[in-house]
């Protein structure tokens, strides 16, 4: 598949632009999740603005492809993505974490219908969207569906007995991403929890597995292409990613999980991101 | 205690504190957590004892299940994560592997009720009481400030069986001695009077005791007792006070069903009927804010106690 050169640069444009409404957001609530926002952006840019088929003015579309955002707390880089491609307006961006705000400090769809699960607590979505997958597939509706998941909620047992059953229902409707930065809340992931090896046990688990750079715009539409062709079998992209990307001193630190900046902290962040 | 200008302090520093204390004294006190161990205060801890400390991942059904295990080798285990997973994810573990076997686990809560206040729903867990006051064998304790979160710790290591320990995110208002002795199932008045009592647990005695003081200058003598045991309630209490004071408050930092208010109605319903009102969220879920902004949406503010109490007392 060959993407254009524009194309790509319009996408990398508008991931520049979510990381900074990502900053925005924590530094105005004073609180929320950066670190894992920021390592998930390009995927997330990648998905609804290119990959996922979907139409922000009529949200409830039967035959859009359906995003579960199961590592709820960095639900800001999905907050930007939705505003910025038109689901409400950008100004209520600002309202994120605030008194009752549509935007929660975790994703709820009670509040904001167009959120597809109600998340936050983690290892859940992934059940989620295999509900989806299945319910779609006897609709016989082609929609697809896409879940992003963080390397440390696959210490929950949940997912894997979700991994399972995408695999026994052969749901290659299903599109789980992992947004590997390999940091949690307490350090890394192999000091608190070993996950790996993670696409080994993916495959053993029957499922189709892409490793990319998760922050390559061209590999990250590239593995999404290449899974939308797969017969048979779920795809996990792997997606090898930095926590904090973006900004210097977030970068690779634990410590930027679910912290906001002070405001002189958020224009040098900002700064960095104009470019 | 000054009320009008309390000392404030966090009780999960309370939680963190009692534990290396414990662990000092007594080899077999381990801890474990689900990636969650500076929430929890558990950082001093871990650097003390790493052998006794088990870091299990984000895994908190996994976690109750090893902790039963533990505890079936003689260790005493403190489970600790946030209220709304150690209570909630794995409420069925809890159950049965360890209160259901009896097992001498301790299961620790913090960022309990509506504390968790910019997390939103997901994070705030406004239905442990009600969740697990059903279980057999289990305790369950809701201390109101740190300095009795880090007595309750020290007594649930004496205990032989399951207790559960919920508290708050936030720094609260230190309202009781730093000595003493915690005492399961025993209220405690913290202030007197017989026009009402008000029955609270938590950071909910704080308010209380506020509202208390205002109530006063309106001429309502409102008793405050401290019911820091959920689970076995202190009948005798509930029991004295309604025939003392024929009112009831109750007020807490959880659901309206279910939960406190639920436990009294039980007691005064069976053996001393009385005029009761339950304060605590109205059958809805919590939401994201700055914390002065929830607790007021929710009705959980001195201020809006004192209207409550104001009504129902009249009515
Ligand atoms: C069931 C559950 N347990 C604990 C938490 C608290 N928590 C929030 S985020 C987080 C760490 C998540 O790490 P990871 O999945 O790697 O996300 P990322 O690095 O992308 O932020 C934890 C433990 C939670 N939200 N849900
Ligand atoms: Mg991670």
């Known amino acids: ?275 | 205690m000054n009320i009008n200008n309390p000392i404030r302090k966090a009780m999960r520093d309370g939680y963190g504190e009692a534990i290396v204390e414990l662990a000092k004294r007594n080899k077999d006190i381990v801890a474990l957590t689900g990636d969650l161990a500076g929430s929890l205060k558990l950082d001093e801890f871990k650097l003390r004892f790493p052998d006794r400390f088990f870091e299990i991942g984000i895994a908190e059904q996994n976690m109750m299940g090893i902790a039963a295990g533990l505890a079936s080798t003689g260790k005493i285990p403190f489970v600790s994560s946030f209220a709304m997973f150690v209570a909630g994810r794995s409420w069925e573990q809890l159950r049965t592997a360890v209160c259901y076997a009896n097992f001498n686990v301790k299961i620790i809560g913090s960022h309990a009720g509506l504390s968790n206040s910019r997390d939103g729903a997901s994070h705030q867990n406004l239905e442990d009481f009600a969740a697990l006051r059903a279980i057999p064998n289990l305790i369950i304790i809701a201390p109101c400030d740190y300095n009795e979160t880090k007595k309750a710790v020290h007594e649930a290591a004496r205990i032989k069986g399951p207790v559960y320990i919920r508290f708050n995110r936030s720094e609260t208002p230190i309202l009781t001695e730093e000595k003493g002795r915690f005492r399961v199932g025993r209220a405690e008045t913290l202030r007197e009077g017989n026009d009402l009592a008000i029955i609270s647990c938590g950071a909910m005695v704080y308010e209380s005791l506020v509202a208390a003081q205002e109530l006063a200058k309106k001429g309502i003598h409102a008793r405050v007792i401290n019911m820091h045991t959920i689970k076995p309630i202190d009948k005798e209490a509930i029991i004295l006070a309604a025939k003392e004071t024929k009112k009831i408050v109750t007020v807490e930092e959880h659901q309206v069903n279910g939960g406190l208010g639920g436990a009294v109605a039980e007691v005064l319903s069976q053996n001393s009927p009385a005029r009761l009102k339950i304060i605590g969220v109205k059958d809805r879920f919590g939401q994201s804010g700055a914390l002065g902004d929830v607790m007021k949406e929710y009705g959980l503010t001195s201020e809006s106690i004192i209207k409550e109490i104001h009504d129902f007392y009249w009515k």
């Not at chain 1, 319910?135 to 082609?142: F, H």
Request: with cysteine; net charge negative.
């Open chain 1, 1 to 275: 598949m060959k993407i254009s050169e524009k194309t790509i640069k319009r996408l990398e444009e508008t991931a520049r632009t979510i990381r900074q409404d990502v900053i925005k957001m924590v530094t105005q609530a004073e609180s929320g999740h950066p670190g894992g926002s920021l390592s998930e952006t390009d995927m997330i840019t990648a998905l609804f603005f290119n990959v996922m088929r979907h139409k922000p003015k009529n949200p409830q579309w039967e035959k859009r492809d359906r995003y579960v955002q199961s590592k709820g707390h960095s639900c800001e880089a999905l907050y930007s993505a939705m505003a910025r491609c038109g689901y409400f307006p950008t100004s209520e961006l600002n309202t994120f974490r605030q008194i009752r705000s549509r935007l929660q400090g975790h994703p709820s769809r009670a509040d904001l219908p167009m959120i597809e699960a109600s998340t936050g607590s983690l290892g859940q979505g992934l059940s989620i969207a295999i509900g989806m997958a299945l319910g779609l597939r006897i609709s016989d509706i082609r929609s697809r569906v896409y879940c992003m998941i963080g390397d440390g909620e696959l210490d929950e047992g949940q997912v894997w007995e979700a991994a399972m059953s995408a695999a026994h229902y052969e749901l290659d409707n299903l599109c789980a991403i992992i947004d590997n930065n390999g940091l949690q809340i307490d350090g890394w992931n192999e000091e608190i929890m070993n996950t790996a090896p993670l696409p080994d046990k993916f495959r053993a688990f029957g499922w189709h597995v892409i490793e990319i750079d998760g922050h390559d715009m061209s590999e990250i539409l590239g593995a999404f292409h290449d899974a939308e062709r797969m017969k048979d079998k779920p795809t996990v992209i792997i997606a090898e990613t930095m926590k904090g990307k973006g900004v210097k001193f977030m970068e690779n630190k634990v410590e930027w999980h679910g912290k906001a900046p002070t405001k002189e902290q958020a224009v040098i962040a900002l700064r960095e991101l104009n470019g």
